[in-house]
């Protein structure tokens, strides 16, 4: 069974820096892609950060140049830097592995969560 335990989330003042984690059991995260996500409350959810086959990675408009998605196979572990950050970037933040469904990439296994919460 695959399990994504997020961390690192937490209240910080805007122009602050968080650093979330994301452990993966398993060999399953050597094999595919990941992604963190987040939900603010009363919107959708929406991807923040992906990585894509050949170590490319995409964001969000809205995070570009601020935040940074990386990983470390060695402990399994996904992580999102997340710099100068802005009250709009309040959300619940999960990571996600991916698949591609032929047309896109889809979110297939989910964490908890961790919840981020800048104040102006």
């Known amino acids: 069974q695959v399990q994504l335990v997020e961390s690192g989330g937490g209240l910080v003042q805007a122009g602050g820096s968080l650093r979330l984690s994301c452990a993966v059991s398993g060999s399953f995260f050597s094999m595919n892609p990941m992604a963190w996500y987040r939900q603010a409350p009363g919107k959708e959810r929406e991807v923040v950060a992906g990585e894509r086959s050949g170590g490319r990675t995409t964001y969000a408009d809205s995070v570009k140049g601020r935040f940074t998605i990386s990983r470390d196979s060695l402990k399994n572990t996904l992580y999102l830097q997340m710099n100068s950050l802005k009250p709009g970037d309040t959300a619940m933040y999960y990571c996600?592995?991916?698949?591609?469904?032929?047309?896109?990439?889809?979110?297939?296994?989910w964490g908890q969560g961790t919840q981020v919460t800048v104040s102006s």
């Open positions: 996600a592995s991916r698949r591609w469904d032929g047309s896109e990439y889809v979110a297939a296994y």
